[in-house]
């Protein structure tokens, strides 16, 4: 597939060809599926937890006597039916990792990219280059490329932080180096903006 590079200050360079080893594979949904579920999992902390009988504070003395009251027997304070007992089968600290298989992730970008291209949502920048890391400077990158109010991520190759600097306060956009992409990412994206030097990137690890 070939793309004309956008250049901000002066319209458009020469063509450049999207790598069919990347760009150009047949989309495979269960692995993206698969992708999706093991990211979010990846992204849980596991800290919620509870006390359970044995860690509230309470007497181990019994209340009452066991018959006679008219009541139903009850032998601690502690016990999950009373107000301030202990949670019964409360969450506990723990991992949520899911490990994928590396073939599986390299699988899954190539297929949410080649989706984008065919969907014509990757745009090839000649390069990001801001003067400073104002957030206005990024918002009129958007405006050029006519993506102002869309969800977009920009991959370049990571050499200028003035780009991520500049994004963090706009919402939907994020930039990122093209080397560290993710699927879940590139999938939440609208749209792609690539600068050539990120294109080179991501042909050298994915392709």
Known sequence: MTVMPI???????????????????EPNEAVVHS???????????????????????????KLYRQKGTGRSRAGTTRSPVRVGGGAAFGPKPRSYYVRIPKRQKRLAIKSVLSDKARADRI??????????YK???????????????KKVLFLDEGGNK??????????????????????????????????????KEIEEVFG
């Open 35 to 61: 992708y999706v579920v093991q990211y979010l999992a990846n992204q849980r902390q596991g800290n919620a937890s509870t006390k359970s009988r044995s860690e509230v504070s309470g007497g181990g003395g």
């Open 162 to 199: 003035n780009p991520y600097l500049a994004s963090r306060n706009i919402p939907g956009v994020k930039v990122c180096r093209a080397r560290m992409a993710n699927a879940y990412d590139v999938l939440n994206a609208d749209y792609l903006v690539i600068t050539t030097a990120g294109l």
């Open 123 to 132: 745009k090839v920048l000649e390069r990001l280059d801001l003067p400073d």
């Open 7 to 25: 250049r901000i200050d002066d319209g458009q360079g020469g063509a450049v060809n999207l790598p069919e080893s990347v760009f150009g594979q």
């Open 135 to 149: 957030t206005k400077n990024l918002v009129a990158v958007l405006d050029k490329l006519e993506l102002q109010g």
